[in-house]
């Protein structure tokens, strides 16, 4: 059994669907089963990071997982959630890990970089063989625009000219799932990059052509991003962090050769997400 968390988000969607399709056991764990709408054959469970005491059952009886949490950076001294998730698959007796980090893990002395590394830390340290997985800028992250277009032409992106080598993230699911069901990228760490450098304004201007419409990108000032952070409970110091990180470094800028390497194939790119979305932008 593969227990996935976050399936009912992009990768873990992805991770969930892919799994299923080949005929692997799959076990889902949110914490709105109810609200769940997943492919047939996946089982969905109740569980919450949160809560350790719930996570035992979700892992009953699963030899492998796909951990991932989305628990705001500062909003506990540690990355408890990410913690609980991993007391729980050593309690289970997992024998395969797949961990979901971010880019840049690792690679810096900030509040950002201190938080992922611990996390990373607490599956490592559970002796289980793992792999780590850290990703740029999702593709998907186009779909805060969803509800802007939907309504309208006008779109409002902060930092819009900031440019990224964003991923697909059935690109990463698909290097998940051959983690999790070959011994292919085990006890490994990649960083992980999509196939071409683009700003947000190239990125909304492929999303017009797919939908036959001409959209207008309208830029937020950096005092009303930063505004907009903290509005959603990120600490002050994280949000300095976050934006230092967007104006002043070129991080997760570069197309990284790894992709490729592992996927067997080139990575999908903009165009192609945007095509393979076009329903989230008009329905």
């Known amino acids: 059994m593969i ?21 692997h056991p799959v076990r889902a764990m949110t914490r709105r089963p109810r609200d769940a709408h997943l492919p ?16 035992d059952e979700a892992f009953r009886g699963a030899d492998r997982a796909f951990l991932m949490t989305a628990q705001q950076i500062g909003s506990a001294p540690r990355p408890t959630h990410d913690i609980n998730l991993a007391e ?52 998907s992250n186009a ?35 051959a983690a999790l069901t070959t011994n292919a990228h085990r ?21 017009g052509e797919a939908l036959g419409r001409r959209l207008r990108l309208i830029e937020p000032s950096t005092e009303e991003a930063k505004a907009g952070l903290l509005a959603s409970g990120m600490p002050p110091a994280v949000v300095d962090e976050v934006i230092e990180r967007t104006i002043e470094t070129d991080d997760g800028a570069q197309v990284l050769p790894a992709m490729p390497e592992l996927l067997g194939r080139h990575p999908n790119t903009f165009a192609h997400w945007a095509r393979a979305h076009v329903s989230a932008f008009t329905n």
Request: aromatic fraction near 4%; include cysteine.
């Open 3 to 23: 227990l996935v968390m976050g399936a009912t988000g992009n990768v873990g969607a992805e991770v969930a669907g892919m799994l299923a399709a080949s005929g």
């Open 40 to 55: 047939a054959g996946v089982e969905v469970v109740y569980g919450d990071t949160a809560d350790p005491g719930s996570l």
């Open 88 to 139: 729980a698959a050593r309690r289970a007796g997992v024998a395969r890990i797949v961990k979901l980090s971010v880019y840049g893990a690792r690679s810096g002395d900030n509040a950002i970089s201190r938080w992922h590394t611990e996390a990373e830390d607490a599956v490592i340290g559970t002796g289980i063989d793992c792999t780590i997985l850290r990703p740029g800028r999702f593709m």
């Open 143 to 177: 779909l805060h625009w969803a509800s802007m277009i939907r309504h309208g032409n006008e779109v409002r992106i902060p930092f819009a000219t900031r440019p990224s080598a964003a991923i697909d993230p059935a690109d990463i699911a698909s290097i998940a799932v």
């Open 187 to 207: 006890n490994a760490a990649y960083q992980l990059s999509g196939p071409q450098v683009l700003t947000p304004v190239e990125e909304l201007d492929i999303l």
